[in-house]
């Protein structure tokens, strides 16, 4: 029952590891810290940008004082005259309203350079055209914090009924202005309706919200678009309901307008700029287009020459003229065509953060990180298809920022831990596997020494000449890839194996006190096969297939008594057909035999065996090998000493 009560604490640790992130994403979602809105924004130009735009309604042109007009009628500002007969010809052409982007803010220049004229006075002349009607005048308010001295101005506001829900919050749903930029006092007057014309882009720059209402000394006044599309529509009843501190909605007679919690609509965009009509204000002047052109449209007057005009960036353009900006509003007003975002809010990023936080975490823990990366992939692919679709076709912005946020988090810190938990597992059964190891070479080996103390001390001196002869090899270039760190510490632990067929061997020959006959020395040569064998049995047995740690165990006992050049035993290899832990062993095998064993011959000295070595080099031994136990010779000497003693 171990293993599987292991796999579900693993699989549930790696669980809680996706639910973490979840829930701090959750939390984010309903708290948003600063950074958050700032990337919504972002993400919802992103969303707008990627999803189909719809174009304008027919009843909202421009009349453009641009380039043109200003070549044939003379630089900006013109006189308040010329002012007037575009106005006159834009009322008889039959425009339903028409709205000056523009404040005229000082007397006429014409007036100021010839005060003894004759002719009358050219704002009185402006004054006479507006006061026929269909005029909206443009204003700039300002929010001034410190309460600066506002210029008299005539602004016109509007009644406005506003509903605030049961739980008051104290909180004015619009903008508190402190003053006004706004136009002569005699022209206003003459109006008789005039609007504001801010619209002020976020803190990154990028025009979004445009503000239908604000407030100015207790009382409300509109946004030149709204005014202009109540004096077209003739509706009567405005009715500004707060549903909640970020969401409002403004009720024009029948019709209702999302806006946010400051009286904003965010602005449905139709296109970059030149998306509206825009007729050259010399060509209304000058009779050069029909009356169809502008009969029962709002007209909005504005300049876009260069160096009159006034440009913001949108989430489509990054030079919108701000006479532009007031055409979509209204059109948007007249289309009913609006962009909101859920009335579910904050519930519905919660909602979505823990359901698909929940489904990537399950994916993850029970099956593994590539499904779950997969599954993670098409949710979010399937949050922006979604979220581009419903603004695209029902003006409904739903963010996928926090649902996305919450399967990344999730993915890496899950991933992050699957890879912890699986290195640890990795790093638990390489130490259990390496413990067994050590326990078999050590149980073989007590088997080895049961049947000959020597032979068995012998093994162990063995190990640690391999450990200082493999270590000196892995610096030859030709060595250096096999003879890893890991590979030398796994030679050096199996050295001791390199005898263990002799436990095969008749006791009356493997304790012979003198030299083997022919035949007693044919069946000492046994001990190789009979070594492998006993691997060979115990592979089978437990059912091991292709171990590395079994491979090179096989490797060092058949082969260690094989010699460089193919006359060794027992299958006659020659060169580098030995495998290398074959060759280690062939030299560390013969020192310790010559230099402390004394059953078959007399010992020799630490010299005489390296010269004795020297002399097999490249007939008995690898010349490599040889040359790498030269180099060591001093320290296997010093080991041999200490090992003696």
């Not at 005039?194 to 445009?210: E, H, K, M, W």
């Not at 946004?223 to 549903?243: F, I, P, Q, W």
């Not at 779950?372 to 979010?380: F, M, P, Q, T």
């Not at 912005?397 to 290195?423: D, H, N, Q, Y």
Request: glycine share 8%; aromatic share 6%.
């Amino acid at each position: 029952m171990t293993a599987p009560t292991d796999a579900a604490t693993r699989r549930g640790r790696v669980f809680l590891c996706g639910i973490v992130p979840v829930i701090v994403t959750a939390l984010l979602a309903v708290y948003r810290p600063a950074f958050f809105p700032r990337l919504d924004d972002s993400i919802y130009d992103t969303v707008m940008r990627s999803g189909s735009i719809q174009s304008p309604g027919k009843r909202v042109v421009i009349v453009d004082i641009d380039e043109r007009s200003l070549n044939e009628l003379g630089q900006w500002p013109w006189r308040r005259d010329v002012i007037g007969k575009l106005v006159t010809r834009l009322r008889d052409m039959g425009a339903a309203v028409i709205g000056m982007d523009i404040i005229f803010a000082e007397s006429d220049r014409l007036e100021i350079r010839e005060t003894n004229a004759s002719h009358a006075n050219p704002d009185q002349l402006l004054a006479d055209v507006l006061r026929q009607g269909k005029v909206i005048l443009g204003y700039g308010l300002t929010f001034d914090s410190a309460g600066r001295v506002r210029t008299l101005c005539v602004l016109h506001p509007v009644n406005v009924a506003v509903v605030h829900p049961r739980e008051e919050t104290g909180l004015l749903p619009y903008f508190h202005a402190t003053g006004a930029v706004c136009s002569l006092p005699l022209l206003a007057e003459a109006a008789g309706s005039s609007a504001f014309l801010n619209a002020a882009p976020d803190p990154d720059g990028i025009l979004r919200r445009v503000p239908l209402l604000a407030e100015l000394d207790g009382r409300l006044y509109p946004g030149l678009a709204l005014a202009a599309v109540k004096a077209a529509t003739g509706a009567r009843d405005l009715t500004l309901r707060v549903d909640t501190v970020n969401a409002a909605t403004l009720n024009i007679d029948t019709l209702a307008v999302p806006v946010d919690g400051k009286g904003n609509l965010l602005a449905r965009y139709r296109g970059k700029k030149g998306t509206f009509p825009q007729l050259s204000a010399a060509d209304i002047l000058n009779n050069r287009l029909p009356a169809a052109t502008v009969r029962d449209k709002i007209v909005f007057v504005g300049t876009t020459a260069l160096g009159t005009r006034e440009v913001v960036a949108t989430p489509l353009d990054t030079l919108f003229a701000g006479v532009e900006v007031q055409a979509t509003i209204a059109d948007n007003l007249l289309e009913h065509s609006f962009i909101r975002r859920s009335p579910l809010g904050t519930v519905l990023d919660v909602e979505l953060v823990v359901a698909s936080g929940l489904a990537i975490s399950i994916v993850v823990a029970l099956i593994g990180v590539t499904p779950g990366v997969a599954l993670g992939a098409a949710g979010i692919g399937g949050l922006w298809a979604t979220s581009v679709w419903l603004l695209s076709t029902r003006g409904l912005f739903v963010s996928p920022l926090f649902p996305t946020i919450g399967i990344l988090s999730a993915l890496a810190l899950m991933t992050f831990a699957k890879f912890t938990v699986e290195r640890r597992r990795a790093e638990t059964a390489g130490r259990q596997r390496t413990a067994a190891q050590r326990l078999m070479v050590q149980t073989l080996l007590s088997l080895t020494e049961t049947r000959d103390a020597e032979t068995g001390r012998h093994s162990r001196r063995t190990q640690m000449y391999a450990r200082i002869l493999a270590q000196e090899l892995s610096t030859h270039p030709e060595y250096r890839d096999y003879l890893t760190a890991e590979r030398i510490d796994l030679l050096a632990s199996l050295a001791p194996l390199h005898d263990i067929g002799k436990v095969g061997i008749p006791d009356q020959i493997l304790n012979k006190p003198g030299a083997l006959t022919p035949d007693e020395m044919a069946e000492m040569r046994k001990h190789p096969t009979l070594g492998r064998e006993v691997i060979v049995k115990a592979e089978q047995q437990v059912g091991v297939h292709d171990d590395a740690t079994l491979a090179m165990a096989k490797d060092i006992v058949y082969t260690h008594h094989e010699r460089w050049d193919g006359t060794g035993y027992p299958q006659g290899l020659r060169g580098t057909g030995i495998p290398i832990p074959g060759r280690v062993m062939a030299i560390v095998d013969v020192y310790d035999a010559a230099v402390t064993r004394t059953l078959y011959r007399r010992t020799m000295s630490h010299d005489d065996t390296v010269k004795f070595i020297m002399a097999g080099k490249g007939t008995h031994f690898d010349p490599a090998v040889v040359d790498a136990f030269v180099r060591a010779a001093s320290v296997i000497e010093h080991v041999s000493r200490e090992e003696s003693q």
